[in-house]
Each structure stands twice: as structure tokens, then as C-alpha cells.
């Protein structure tokens, strides 16, 4: 998947993900506990989800494909006088930044990967989550009519994706929050824990 394909997502009107806030999920997982310690947010986009985590005072790393989506994600951490490292990262490379961490949020990038680049993408989360590490996954669920749009991912297709190493703590679904009329799609949040 190519970086320049995301960053003509991000030229013009935002996309329909780029709802200018975080996703009200993420404010949920946070409300109730759900991360810990270091943060990476894979396939951070524009970044408010990072700076949201950021905000309530997680060390946070928002890693995207996207050049264009990375610098508008480092001019709102300046804009808001917060500190959250910004970094261009391919997903399928993790292991590359170097860190490891605790939690991971995973906010619609699961579910852009076909199946060959997904079990790379798990290993490479693998590679970067300490021992006990927990992921927040969500994604487009199996659930959502509207025929547009990526992937839809059945909770099957989560429970095999991390069947080896992992251990899926719970998966319930919910709404993915959009700007397209109707306010959402229908996804899937799992929480992951590192084995």
C-alpha cells in the first residue's frame, strides 16, 4: 500500500474518518482504563486520537503512512501545546521505530489490509507490544449495509487474526464515527492482550 495513496486521502475536503475530534469510542476505552503506559497510535491520520491520549497525560506516538497526514497531526500537537511524537511509519514496519509499548490503538487501519499484508501487520504488532501490552482495535464490522467504504471484518476474522500470542479479551461492537450522513458505521472494538 502505497504512502502516496493515503496522502491524496488527505488533499481537499478531509475524509469521511477525519472527523476533527476523537472518536468517541477511544473516549470510552479511555474513560474506562483502557490504556496504559506508552501509547502507540497505528494509523493515526491527522492525530486526534493521539493528542486526545495525550491530553489525559499517555506518553503517545501517532505513527501513519501519510506524510501530508503527519504534518497536519504535528501542527494541532503544536497548535494545542502538547507533546506527542508525530512519526511517517509503514505499518507493515514497525519494528522499525525502534520502541516498544504498552498499548496500542488501532482506529480503522485492521480492516484496510488484505489478508496476506494482515498477518504481516499482526506480526508486526507483535514486535513492537510488551509482554502483557494490550491492543484497542477497531474496525469496520461485517454488520455495516452501506456497500462503500473498506473491508468489512467479521468478529471470526479478529478471533484467527490473533489466535497465536494473543489472547481476545472481548469484542463488542459499536459505532465508528464518520462525517458522512447518519453520523457512523457499524464496527467492531476488540481489546487485545499480548501473550
Known amino acids: ?3 502516496s495513496r493515503w496522502d491524496s486521502a488527505y488533499r481537499g475536503e478531509p475524509p469521511p474518518w477525519d472527523i476533527g475530534r476523537p472518536q468517541p469510542i477511544v473516549e470510552r476505552i479511555a474513560a474506562d482504563g483502557g ?9 493515526c491520520g491527522t492525530g486526534e486520537n493521539a493528542l486526545y491520549l495525550a491530553s489525559l497525560g499517555f506518553d503517545v506516538l501517532g505513527a501513519d503512512w501519510s506524510a501530508l497526514a503527519i ?5 494541532k500537537a503544536a497548535a494545542r501545546h502538547l507533546g506527542v511524537e508525530f512519526a511517517v511509519a509503514d505499518a507493515l514496519e514497525l ?3 525502534g520502541r516498544s509499548f504498552d498499548s496500542i490503538l488501532d ?3 485492521f480492516h484496510t489490509f488484505e489478508d496476506p499484508d494482515r498477518a504481516a501487520y499482526v506480526a508486526n504488532l507483535a514486535g513492537v507490544i510488551r509482554a ?3 491492543l484497542q482495535l477497531l474496525c469496520f ?16 476474522e479478529i478471533r484467527s487474526a490473533f489466535a497465536e500470542g494473543w489472547e481476545v479479551i472481548a469484542i463488542e461492537p459499536v459505532r465508528f464515527a464518520t462525517t458522512f450522513e447518519g ?13
Open 107 to 109: 482506529c480503522g487501519l
Open 132 to 134: 502483557g501490552g494490550v
Open 183 to 195: 453520523g457512523g458505521a457499524h464496527a467492531w472494538h476488540a481489546s487485545i492482550e499480548r501473550r
Open 95 to 97: 519494528t522499525g521505530l
Open 141 to 156: 464490522s461485517d454488520r455495516e449495509p452501506w456497500g462503500g467504504g473498506p473491508r468489512r471484518v467479521t468478529e471470526g
Open 1 to 3: 500500500m502505497a504512502a
Open 71 to 75: 504534518e497536519r497531526a504535528r501542527a
Open 35 to 43: 490504556f496504559r503506559g506508552q501509547v502507540l497510535d497505528a494509523g
